[in-house]
């Protein structure tokens, strides 16, 4: 059961732009950081977004991260055909389950 | 090239056990935390456990808390999770993943996943 709540899917045209909200608590997302992951149908995840807002080496700037209290917002412009996937935010919960916790994932379609 | 690859998914009876071992290579495996993630057919990422770097410290769902085991040998860049009493709902793509973690001077912990393996197949089924 995922703590990390994700709207199920979002869609816009090519070229446009789209954002995946990610809510959480304070055991989580109020006092950590928030990395965002894509899935592209058939593959493992792939690290999109770490530390709220930083992109790892080859990600283009189109994709984009934000955290305001406790939920976090990945944000994609200039959809692309190739963005069609699904989208999970992750961080760390430090309740007395402590552990890893992602979102309940988001599939972007492209119109 | 930093890699991981997964092996030992399979089909198993209920109740049954299955090892599953994760072979690291390109980068100093003894260095990092590790994971394990599943996905459920059609169902979204969860989380399943982590070790620390020399294994002294593991954190575990709740929902395997007991049943599975998560260790590491690093002389041979290997991960592993020792599943027993496996479940129906146990059935799902097991992924290996390379950790970051840790405070920051705030005291805020960053925690993501940069490097996974493909995964591994687990069926639970009679």
């Known amino acids: 059961q995922s703590v990390l709540t994700q709207p199920p899917s979002v869609s816009a045209a090519p070229g446009q732009k789209v954002t995946i909200s990610c809510s959480g608590s304070?055991?989580?997302?109020?006092?950590?950081?928030v990395s965002w992951y894509q899935q592209l149908p058939g593959t493992a995840p792939k690290l999109l977004i770490y530390d709220n807002n930083k992109r790892p080496s080859g990600i283009p700037d189109r994709f984009s991260g934000s955290k305001s209290g406790t939920s976090a917002t990945l944000g994609i412009t200039g959809l692309q055909t190739g963005d069609e996937a699904d989208y999970y935010c992750g961080t760390w919960d430090s309740s007395l389950s402590a552990g890893g916790v992602f979102g309940t994932g988001t599939k972007v379609t492209v119109l | 090239e930093v890699q991981l690859v997964e092996s030992g998914g399979g089909l198993v009876q209920p109740g049954g056990s299955l090892r599953l071992s994760c072979a690291a290579s390109?980068?100093?495996?003894?260095?990092?935390?590790m994971s394990w993630v599943r996905q459920a057919p059609g169902k979204g990422l969860e989380w399943v456990a982590n070790?620390?770097?020399?294994?002294?410290?593991?954190y575990y769902v709740d929902s395997v808390k007991g049943r599975f085991t998560i260790s590491r040998d690093n002389a041979k860049n290997s991960l592993y999770l020792q599943m027993n009493s496996l479940r129906a709902e146990d059935t799902a793509v097991y992924y290996c993943?390379?950790?970051?973690?840790?405070?920051?001077?705030?005291?805020?912990?960053?925690?993501?996943?940069?490097?996974w393996g493909k995964g591994t197949t687990v069926t639970v089924s009679s």
């Open positions: 993943a390379r950790e970051y973690s840790g405070y920051d001077y705030d005291y805020y912990y960053y925690y993501y996943m940069d490097v």
């Open positions: 304070s055991s989580n997302i109020g006092n950590n950081y």
């Open positions: 390109g980068f100093t495996f003894s260095s990092y935390w």
């Open positions: 070790i620390k770097q020399d294994g002294s410290e593991k």
